[in-house]
């Protein structure tokens, strides 16, 4: 296919097969029939065994919800550590290592079908079962929103890697569709990986993606809609001269993935950025191409940041600096930025930077050199990764969706058949009050689901107070808080508070000056399981305030083969600003956007007490030098309809 074809087709057309893109027969990697037959099986074999032993010694459920034991509360058993997944084909570790004690043994917990039951969610993204990880190639085609993700068909944990696919409307309702890609071919019989779309000007459907091969080296490959005029776009037809893209000289054969949504350069090519890493050194690379099948090496990387180690999911888009609309992927110019963001696979957190692209040199450069990607700002403070943006033509949106884990064990998942949630969609536009970051906020559909308010003003709240809040069912919320404190207060203390992190200094019950001051969700009663998200200022010795947002998981449950660590960081107050939040609490998750959404902390929590109709909701102040005045309107959510 030409150029001339991609930009003047009228309707669509396959890519036609070709050979002059291909690697040379020494590279090709295709499997021999009968070896990879056995091969399966033997793979089909050793994963059952360890299935088998995974599930050794877990506590039984019977179906009252009850452990099927003697004692009510029988004691918890000890299994092994987690078997890593993932790591060995190439990828980040999917399993949850940092239960792991130093003895290399984790307790489980003695959990009942009603705890288990309670933590699937009502209005976020998850298939019926199994494993679900990053999403994929997010795209709008007539009249409907379409997610592919990271699915494991057979099971609740990473593994067979196929590309699930479901569609909405609104990006909150979904309808579950057949799987749109699954591991069939040489090139990705290990996985089919992460990948992007590319909407041409025409309107055809580029989805580039990385396949891991029969012998475990990641290449990119290309597929396309079988009938475009298909608007639920049901059928998927791999490329037949894949792959497209091998790793080049230098770039090691397990570190050369997730190809990015393609734009346009100054000569008229498109180019493509991946992910790579050289030594320690976290590298972007971008190739060009006129046909999608073709594809030239540019000599300069996009960006590279040492001491970063393997970028995956790069993430790379331009946001307007004085505009609200979100932009093209392609577009470049006066009074726009571009985001770099990265996916670090060595501490599995997103990282991003705002900065200029100049597209003659290709050369991205981050506005703060302190803040650079990997080393600066993060997409999300909590249990966040392989996030990935599209832009909403139908809205004139950046779109932003994020595959948050499990924190519990791998055995808990096993028992309640499933793992992992996609977050609720966010739109993302540039900060144009600090011009330093980019501000995140759930899209305006999931407002369609609150149904009663409740709303509380002017709540005084002094030193230690601790205010419950009377809204019904406390699984399903919206919460809309702001805080005011006197100003002057502030100004006129002393003290300094050095040294202060949401994560290290003691959590909700540390008490300082001035916080932390918030909400408490998920609680019971007797806040013997509690999930507080907060603010906390801290005076430095220059007398300068800096203003924290915090999530502390330390007691969010009694379990104990459950994460509870405290997540959070600064958040830029300016002047006239009082302190706002929201949070999205849904089941086992909570969502909290402080200071409209300059920071955001995702959260996965297990509360064995606080559940169904023992979930509370609390205002509190837990400084000491302040008093407090609160505002929240709170609203009940309603189940999205996912079927």
């Known amino acids: 296919m030409t150029t ?66 003697s004692n009510s509360a029988p004691a918890a058993k000890k299994v092994l550590e987690p078997i890593s997944r993932g790591v060995s084909q190439g990828v980040s570790e999917k399993s949850n290592f940092q239960l792991s004690s130093a003895a290399a043994v984790v307790e489980t917990y003695p959990w009942t079908n009603a705890m288990l039951s309670w933590q699937r969610t009502g209005f976020h993204f998850q298939p019926p079962k199994n494993w679900m990880n990053d999403p994929n190639g997010p795209l709008y085609h007539m009249g409907w929103y379409h997610l592919f993700y990271q699915y494991n068909p057979d ?47 025409d309107g055809q459907i580029v989805m580039m993606y990385t396949g891991d091969t029969n012998e475990e080296v990641q290449v990119q490959n290309l597929a396309y809609p079988a009938n475009l005029s298909d608007p639920l776009l049901l059928d998927w037809v791999k490329y ?64 590279a940041v040492p001491g970063t180690g393997m970028w995956e999911c790069v993430d790379f888009y331009p946001v307007s600096t004085t505009e609200s609309n979100g932009l093209d992927t392609s577009v470049n110019g006066p009074g726009i930025k571009h985001v770099l963001k990265s996916s670090l696979d060595d501490n599995k957190h997103d990282y ?41 033509q139908n809205k004139q949106r950046r779109l932003l969706l994020g595959w948050t884990g499990e924190t519990d064990s791998e055995a808990a998942d096993i028992l309640k058949g499933w793992a992992s949630l996609q977050t609720i969609p966010r739109e993302v536009v540039f900060d144009k009050k600090t011009g330093k970051n980019i501000l995140q906020w759930p899209i305006k559909e999931v407002e369609k689901l609150r149904s009663k308010s409740t709303v509380y003003k002017k709540v005084l709240l002094e030193p230690g107070s601790l205010v419950p809040l009377d809204i019904g069912a406390a699984t399903q919320l919206d919460i809309i808080a702001t805080f005011d404190i006197d100003s002057t207060v502030l100004e006129a ?35 013997t399981e509690q999930t507080p998200v907060y603010f906390y200022i801290a005076k430095g010795t220059d007398g300068v305030a800096s203003t924290y947002f915090c999530a502390d ?33 849904d089941h086992s998750i909570v969502e909290s956007f402080g200071q409209g959404g300059r920071t955001v902390i995702t959260s996965r929590v297990y509360p064995t007490k606080a559940i169904y109709s023992a979930a509370k909701v609390f205002l509190f102040n837990n400084a000491t030098g302040i008093t407090v005045t609160a505002n929240v309107n709170a609203w009940n959510m309603d189940s999205a309809n996912i079927k």
């Open 4 to 69: 001339t074809d991609l930009e003047h087709a009228t309707s669509y057309s396959p890519l036609p097969d070709s050979d002059h893109h291909r690697p040379p027969p020494s590279q090709w990697r295709r499997p021999i029939t009968l070896l990879s037959g056995i091969f399966l099986f033997m793979l089909l074999f050793s994963s059952l065994i360890a299935l088998v032993i995974n599930q050794h010694g877990q506590q039984q459920i019977a179906g009252d919800g009850t452990p099927l034991s």
């Open 155 to 201: 099971a609740a944990v990473w593994g067979n890697i196929t590309w699930g696919h479901a569609i909405s409307t609104d990006l909150i309702n979904w309808y579950h569709l057949p799987f749109a890609m699954v591991p069939d071919q040489w090139y990705d019989i290990k996985g089919v990986w992460t990948g992007s779309a590319t909407i041409l000007p």
């Open 240 to 303: 037949s001269g894949n792959p497209v893209l091998t790793p080049p000289p230098g770039i090691g054969s397990k570190d050369f993935r997730d190809p990015t949504t393609a734009w346009v350069g100054p000569n008229g090519k498109w180019r493509v950025a991946l992910g790579t890493k050289v030594n320690k050194t976290g590298i972007t690379l971008v190739y060009e191409t006129t046909d999608f099948t073709s594809y030239e090496l540019l000599d300069e990387v996009l960006h």
């Open 352 to 392: 991003y930077a705002l900065g200029t692209y100049d597209p003659i040199s290709n050369k991205w450069t981050p506005d703060n050199p302190d803040l650079d990607v990997g080393i600066g700002l993060r997409v999300d403070y909590g249990k966040y990764y392989a996030s990935k943006s599209f832009y909403d």
């Open 493 to 527: 203390a002393l003290e300094a508070d050095v040294g202060y992190n949401c994560t290290t200094s003691g959590g909700s019950s540390s008490r300082g000056a001035f916080g932390p001051f918030g909400l408490v969700v998920l609680a019971d009663e007797s806040r």
């Open 553 to 585: 998981q330390s007691k969010s449950s009694t379990a104990s083969d459950v994460v509870k660590l405290i997540y959070g960081s600064t958040v830029p107050v300016l002047d006239g600003e009082n302190f706002s939040m929201r949070l999205l609490v």
